[in-house]
């Protein structure tokens, strides 16, 4: 099967700038994620869908961080305006709906540096 | 709230040789999972091996291994006849088994293997 597609890979925007990435999940994972790896730090959940609605966005910082999932299949995430310390790497991920118990599939991940 | 540690930053391993990585968690739930996720340089997170924390058998996928104990709240990965391959950043991560949609992924700093020839 297709693993999760992200894009752009690689990103570099001044600081103040909006940027936006995507993610396409594996086909049929109704549950996607949004995570947050800074470096040197261990990722961290920004985001859950499930389809297209919200489970989980307690630690996502929704004064510059937005995120959608159109028809329960591509998300977009967005930050507006970024800061320095929004430097990382965003990588996605999906699973089966009840199924996350065994693990996500991960994409490979934008690295996003605000100068 | 779940907490994962890694206390080993960095380490090195000769090729053929065996390795083992560090983990503790705290948790006050008694159902969950644990993870051990291997990313190389290519950034993709790819499962190495998991443990169901209900099974005292500890885990196996072939020259991976987990020894498990949940006592103590220790969950160390050992790698047999380590490869050059096998050279990447080794993250650990908790799970808490809830009813709800609700499965995130709590993972540690990370240790960085190097699998020297």
């Known amino acids: 099967e297709a693993g999760v597609a992200q894009s752009p890979r690689y990103k570099i925007i001044e600081k103040r700038q909006s940027v936006a990435f995507w993610c396409n999940p594996i086909?049929?994972?109704?549950?996607l994620y949004w995570y947050q790896q800074i470096l040197g730090q261990g990722p961290k959940l920004l985001i859950q869908?499930?389809?297209?609605?919200?489970?989980?966005d307690s630690q996502l910082p929704k004064d510059r961080f937005s995120a959608e999932r159109l028809k329960g299949v591509d998300s977009t995430l967005k930050i507006q305006p970024a800061k320095l310390e929004d430097s990382a790497v965003y990588l996605c991920?999906?699973?089966?709906?009840?199924?996350?118990?065994?693990?996500?599939?991960f994409g490979s991940g934008t690295r996003l540096t605000v100068v | 709230a779940q907490t994962v540690t890694q206390s080993q930053p960095e380490m090195s391993v000769q090729e053929a040789e065996t390795v083992t990585l560090s983990c503790t968690y705290d948790?006050?739930?008694?159902?969950?999972?644990l993870f051990w996720y291997k990313q190389p340089p290519s950034r993709q997170m790819i499962l190495v091996i998991r443990?169901?924390?209900?099974?005292?058998q500890n885990a196996t996928e072939n020259r991976f291994s987990v020894n498990f104990q949940k006592a103590a709240k220790s969950f160390s990965l050992k790698i047999s006849d380590s490869q050059l391959g096998d050279t990447a950043m080794y993250f650990c991560?908790?799970?808490?088994?809830?009813?709800?949609?609700?499965?995130?992924?709590?993972f540690g700093t990370g240790t960085l293997l190097a699998v020297q020839p």
């Open positions: 991920a999906s699973s089966l709906r009840g199924s996350s118990h065994y693990g996500y599939t």
């Open positions: 086909s049929g994972h109704a549950t």
């Open positions: 869908f499930q389809n297209n609605g919200v489970v989980d």
């Open positions: 948790t006050s739930e008694s159902n969950y999972y």
């Open positions: 443990q169901e924390a209900y099974k005292q």
């Open positions: 991560a908790f799970m808490k088994l809830t009813g709800g949609a609700t499965n995130k992924l709590i």
